[in-house]
C-alpha cells in the first residue's frame, strides 16, 4: 500500500481539481485470461488509445462472472475523453479507493456484497479454482503486471509519497 500512497501523490500533484475512477470494459472470457501476457499488453493499450495523456494508475481485474475490466484512477479532466461504454465515477476517498482495489485482481478470491446490501465470501470451490488458476499461471512463467502507471512524473524529493 506504501507504494501506492506514492502514486497517489504523483496522480494528485498533477490532476488538477478532483479524481475519477473509470471503468473500461475488456471483454469475458475465463477468469484465467486475467493471468495472461498478452491480455495485460491489451489491457494497457486500452487504457492508453482511451486515456492517452491523462495521468494514470490502471488496474487489470477479472469479474466474478467473468467480465476483464481495467479500474483507471485518474484526474477529473479525463471525463470528456471517454467512449460511451466507460463506466465513470468521482472519486470522494482516494485512500480508501486505493484499499479497496488492493483485493485481488481475480474476484472469484474477494468477498463480495449482493444488491441487498449483504456481504458474502467466497465458498471453497470458487477459491480453490481461483487459486489453481493463479497456480498454473505462474508455473507457465512471466504474469503479467496487473497495475502500471502512466504520464505521473517523479515528485521532488522531500515531497510527501516521494522515493
Known amino acids: 500500500m ?16 478532483a479524481l475519477a475512477l473509470v471503468t473500461l470494459p475488456l471483454y469475458h472470457g475465463p477468469h484465467a485470461d486475467v493471468y495472461r501476457v498478452e491480455v495485460g ?3 494497457r493499450g486500452r487504457v492508453q488509445a482511451v486515456l492517452g495523456g491523462h495521468p494514470v494508475w490502471a488496474k487489470l481485474e ?21 467512449p460511451q461504454h466507460a463506466r ?10 486505493l484499499a479497496y482495489l488492493a483485493k485481488p485482481a481475480d474476484a ?13 465470501r467466497p465458498n471453497a470451490a470458487t477459491l480453490h479454482a481461483a487459486a ?7 508455473l507457465q512463467g512471466r504474469l503479467p503486471r496487473l497495475t502500471w502507471t502512466a504520464y505521473l512524473p517523479r515528485l521532488p524529493r522531500g515531497v ?3 522515493a
Not at 506504501?2 to 481539481?17: D, I, K, T
Not at 481495467?70 to 484526474?75: E, G, I, K, Q, R
Not at 465513470?88 to 479507493?97: E, F, I, S
Open 2 to 17: 506504501q507504494r501506492e500512497a506514492g502514486v497517489l501523490a504523483r496522480l494528485l500533484a498533477v490532476s488538477p481539481g
Open 41 to 43: 499488453e491489451m489491457a
Open 62 to 82: 477479472v469479474g466474478r462472472h467473468g467480465l476483464l475490466h481495467v479500474h483507471v484512477l485518474t484526474s477529473a479532466a479525463a471525463r470528456a475523453d471517454l
Open 88 to 97: 465513470c465515477t468521482a472519486v470522494t476517498d482516494p485512500v480508501g479507493l
Open 108 to 120: 472469484r478470491a474477494c468477498s463480495w456484497r449482493d444488491q441487498g446490501g449483504r456481504w458474502h
Open 132 to 138: 489453481t488458476d493463479h497456480a498454473a499461471a505462474r
Open 160 to 162: 510527501s509519497g516521494a
